[in-house]
């Protein structure tokens, strides 16, 4: 998935910019290469799946989950500076709508603030306690979209807020620390994706990743890995590039990881 907007590719000393270089077409060339060499080398126990919909709630993987082919691992392709995923940070998109009463703002007293009783929900979540886990560390959370009222001079009959969270736990845990909210505000579910653990391989540094993939769609493709050339710091920038450079390690570091998977017992 490439997110808009589109800026042409073009070249600079070891850099290929372009929208996508990094995420995630970088990642599907040093994929198909290294699939391509496993197949001239005679192996014929490498598969390729490619999905839509990753930024916009994994309809592709959701999709391709319902049809798997049987394989025993699944490597995903996200920037990971050339790293293995050791674990992902899940997530939960909730919107928080608020109901009021309209009325000419020179008479608030017959109308009831939508963005009064949202503002107000908002701040009460800053002081409720977000899970924590040892491993991904501590829950935190965006509050990305905020919308309501129709006019300067009017008392907002509504407003609402989406919030995404990134999550180291059940997102019901989340839900039911937000339960003092629920007296001023209606909160709907948009979008859940669990925290990931991964498999591993021998030789390769192994972090984790506060960001969410397709992973948590895609349980019946095989144990899951994580692994791409690039930075997650450079995707989605307007002067998104990848080093061809490591473009070019990741071919080698995809057919060192896919061999060690196929020889296990």
């Known amino acids: 998935d490439c997110v808009p907007p589109f800026f042409p590719s073009r070249i600079e000393g070891d850099r290929l910019y372009g929208r996508g270089s990094c995420d995630a077409k970088g990642i599907l060339a040093a994929q ?13 126990r490498v598969g390729m799946l490619y999905v839509v919909g990753e930024e916009r ?63 107000d929900a908002l701040v009460t979540l800053r002081s409720i306690a977000l899970p924590g886990d040892p491993l991904l560390g501590q829950t935190h959370y965006t509050i990305g979209l905020i919308s309501g009222g129709v006019a300067p001079n009017v008392v907002s009959p509504s407003a609402e807020a989406e919030i995404m969270f990134r999550t180291v736990s059940d997102g019901g845990v989340i839900r039911q620390a937000m ?20 498999t ?7 972090v984790v990743f506060p960001y969410t993939t397709d992973i948590p769609f895609l349980t019946a493709w095989g ?39 196929l020889a296990r017992p």
């Open 179 to 198: 339960q003092p909210l629920e007296s001023r505000v209606e909160i709907d579910h948009v979008l859940e994706a669990s925290p990931v653990r991964m």
């Open 57 to 119: 709630g994994s309809d592709g993987a959701k999709v391709a989950n319902a049809s798997p082919m049987g394989s025993r691992f699944l490597i995903d392709g996200e920037p990971t500076d050339g790293r293995l995923g050791l674990a992902t940070r899940g997530v939960l998109r909730l919107k928080i709508r608020a109901s009021g009463r309209a009325a000419h703002s020179s008479f608030p007293e017959l109308g009831e603030s939508a963005i009064d009783k949202l503002l």
């Open 32 to 44: 198909v290469a290294a699939a391509d060499r496993l197949r001239r080398d005679g192996e014929t």
């Open 223 to 261: 144990e899951p890995l994580l692994f791409g050339p690039g930075s997650i710091h450079v995707a989605h920038t307007p002067d998104e590039y990848i080093s061809i450079r490591e473009l070019e390690s990741a071919v080698t570091h995809n057919l060192a990881i896919a061999r060690h998977l």
């Open 200 to 206: 591993t391989v021998p030789g390769f540094e192994a």
